[in-house]
């Protein structure tokens, strides 16, 4: 019998399995849908510290998954999915993202707490945001020196001369300069956090957690290329899963352990839960699923941090020389100041090149987000087929509190590029969106690339004729000054082009018993369900002020000691209660 059954090998699952395994006297498996890599085998786009490579890889991410984005002031209609990308290898977000390695503010976990999930705050989340990392330029009482994540920031020598100069724009547009993103919380100009290794490469959780030493545990079993096809339950009690090959869907193996986590991501959580009987009863009805335990949270509160962006051509002087380097190098935190939103709403980031190609290498661009939303999307099965992807729907921009601080931030963008202090390390400034032309002409192929390849020789031999060229191509005839001139038109860019910034969340709650739409406790404990927990960004009860793959490590981390707390008042009781000898 398997102690511990994990489901999804992604940022939480890895830290899991590597802390629940360092007790030699449970047995621990870890099942994952992608592939198995580790610190010898880690593909060139994932190793990379320079990422836009690793999501554009149908090889590492679920390539069939597409998601509803926007849904401005409620309105759906004519809305077509697109792809979003999350990662389908072992170490999952942390094998495909962007590396960024924030917290969000110390407001984030108390409001967790206030909202019903026991356990959390800032004090108890602290430590474990202390003991993940190892952050080579802080030492003080907000940061750890021991963990397996190493964190570090670019140095002023390696920083591009557009970022340099956007940072040095914005301090005389009023914005301060700060010394630490992940201390105290603050608005201002941030050098950022980024999770690299001494290399200067990529770490994910298969790197940073499952090390060549906690793999050889004769206790901890890696099953990759294994797809979760559904929980099994006995009465009120899961008692493990049925796993297939995630080639050969005929071939499938069943599981029993006393425990079963699931941490299969804000999207596929969800949909595992429901698949297997677990959710809003109408919904499984209508599939001709058997509700075994209705829950009528899983799947509602999806959350995501709505995006905008504005680019700009970058002269040769101003673009990043080293094209192995990350492309985040700072950030601005600010407030909307809209009535009721916290301190730190909002986010930029300063981005030195805004692709991997040829045309990437000469824009650059402030990619601007919401950075406490409120607008709530759902996830939803299309069929009882375990291979088809759910229905995903963000629904951003859904409450008009969103729309309106997108807006506003979009034009804080655009000023600050259009600022004479930005004269020499910018030319045409223009608005962009990750749309699904962007998205399929950034991808590989030998066509895209010679039309990329033409396309930016045009752009530096255009002259005159550059910002034409902008707007006939890129822009499709949309002008940065009808934009900040035209409110109704600045409303129809940003409702259209909004995207997410891959931070899906949400979906199976942590709350308090009595709310009806809480699915967990504090730790994961599906309510009314034994031998059940989740650990995965799904539990968020609020989306937190920060990229999301740091806050879901730490609480993995948490949700592994309050595992094996449980375990031992467990023991601690049956000795208690056995007759003495």
Known sequence: MIDYLILGGGSAGCVLAARLSENPGVQVVLVEAGRNIAAGNLPDNIRSRYPGRAYIDEGN???????????PKGETAGRSPRRYEQGRVLGGGSAVNAMVANRGAPGDYD????????GWSWETALPYFRKLEHDF?????????????????????KMSPFVKSVIDTMAARGHQRRPDQNGEWKDGIYVGAIAVSDKGERVPTSVAYLSPEVRKRPNLRILTDRF???????????????????????????????????????IHTPALLMRSGIGPGEQLTKLGIAVAVEKAGIGSNL????????????????????????????????????????????????????????????VGTLFIWVNKAYSRGHVQLKSTDAREEPLVDFR???????????????RLGAETLLDSHMDGHRGTVFPTSYSPRVAKLAGPGMANQIQRG??????????????????????????MKDLLADDKALTAFVSGAVGGVWHASGTCKMGAEGDPLAVTSGSGEVYGIAGLRICDASLMPTIPRANTNTPVIMMAEKIADDIKAARQAAVTQARASSPSV
């Open 137 to 157: 330029d802080f030492n003080d009482d907000y940061h750890g020196q021991d963990g397996p994540i190493p964190i570090r920031r670019i140095t002023p020598a």
């Open 228 to 266: 979760a096809d559904k929980l099994l339950l006995d009465g009120k009690r899961v008692t493990g899963a049925v796993i297939s090959d995630a080639r050969d869907r005929s071939k499938t193996e069943i599981f029993l352990a006393n425990e079963t986590i699931v941490s299969c991501g804000a």
């Open 454 to 479: 033409l396309f930016g020789a045009m752009l530096d031999h255009s002259y005159a004729l550059r910002p034409w060229l902008i707007h006939s191509v890129v822009t499709l005839g949309i002008k």
């Open 111 to 118: 409001e967790w707490g206030a909202e019903g999930a026991k």
């Open 396 to 410: 951003m921009l859904s409450d008009e509190r969103d729309l309106e601080r997108l807006k506003s931030a979009f």
């Open 61 to 71: 991410i679920w390539a069939d998954l597409k998601a509803y984005i926007g849904a």
């Open 303 to 362: 959350m995501e941090h709505p995006s905008t962006a504005v680019s700009t051509y970058l002269p040769p002087q101003s673009r990043l020389r080293d094209l192995d380097e990350h492309h985040d190098h700072a950030i601005l935190r600010f407030s909307s100041g809209l009535k009721g939103t916290p301190e730190g709403d909002m986010h930029a980031a300063i981005i030195a090149r805004s692709g991997w190609h040829s045309v990437g290498q000469r």
